[in-house]
């Protein structure tokens, strides 16, 4: 793994806060999981930075130190990756794996535009959203504001936001 700076980092830290933040708030099951690695037969093996598994797979893996076989159990349902040196393999090879492993939705947080590229993965390809569709009512500029944001106030005080913002749109 590539070694990673404060910008990845805190760009990271903040998007899986968030995520989890919003799925409790709107009591939405969910499992996030960090750098987990995953593998498949004839497809390349991942490790996204974030992955997801929602609803009735939240809770489908039984305790243990072992890569997820993605022959045994389903793709994750979100994954999301950091991209600040990365982003135009995770805009191409990276996208096509996620697609090829029919992941519902992908994210793409770039690190250097203050940007997340959202799609939803449908027909075997992919189109672009503006809102979740794994998270109903998460609109991704929501996260957008948030991430820039953070560039000037800390992240207790951006959670502090996300939180009155979800209230609102209940």
């Not at 590539?2 to 933040?21: C, K, M, N, R």
């Not at 969910?30 to 490790?47: A, F, M, P």
């Not at 999301?80 to 393999?89: F, G, H, K, P």
Request: net charge negative; glycine share 6%; hydrophobic share 35%.
């Amino acid at each position: 793994m590539s070694p990673v700076g404060y910008d990845h980092a805190s760009d990271h830290s903040l998007i899986a806060t968030a995520t989890i933040i919003f799925c409790t708030f709107k009591n939405i099951d969910c499992n996030g999981l960090i750098n987990c690695s995953y593998r498949k037969t004839g497809v390349q093996e991942i490790q996204p930075d974030i992955s997801y598994y929602i609803g009735d797979n939240a809770n489908i893996f039984p305790r243990g130190n072992y890569i997820i076989d993605l022959d045994t159990y389903p793709s994750p349902d979100l994954v999301i990756e950091i991209a600040n040196t990365s982003l135009s393999d995770d805009q191409g090879e990276k996208r096509l794996i996620y697609e090829d492993l029919k992941v519902k939705e992908y994210w793409i947080v770039d690190v250097k535009n203050v940007d997340i590229i959202a799609f939803t993965m449908i027909d075997g390809g992919s189109k672009r959203i503006t809102e979740s569709q794994v998270l109903p009512g998460l609109v991704i500029d929501v996260l957008k504001e948030a991430l820039q944001q953070s560039i000037s106030i800390n992240q207790n005080q951006v959670i502090a936001s996300l939180l009155s913002q979800f209230k609102e749109r209940e």
